[in-house]
């Protein structure tokens, strides 16, 4: 018999996708793309991506937690490579205050998941 899973949130050392938008100084659409979250916090995220980034590129990132899409835009302060990868540095700029307040949720279950982990 299979286990099923039974957390509410997603879980720290789990795969968790996203999808980005780079925007020019003016903040029109650009390559269009996709990462995985690799650590968060509620003012930003490290993002996992194939391609590296300038410092200051504007990103339109929508992230899916539990049923929730959040919207947010953020500006990279680094991106450094990683084992064949990228792994940048993202800072909030924009997000909902409804955005905030889902996107809590999601930074408490990492933090959760990384005291069980004894990280």
Known sequence: ???????????????????????????????????????????????????????DTRLRITVGIEDDLVDLEGRTTHSLPVDGRYVSGITFLKITKNGRRVFAKYVEAFRQRRQQLGE
């Open 1 to 55: 018999m299979k286990h099923r899973e039974q957390r509410k949130f997603i879980r720290y050392d789990s795969l968790h996708l996203l999808d980005y938008l780079v925007l020019d100084e003016d903040g029109n659409p650009g390559v269009y793309s996709m990462g995985r979250t690799i650590d968060v916090s509620i003012d930003g995220l490290k993002l996992e991506t194939t391609t590296p980034f300038k410092a």
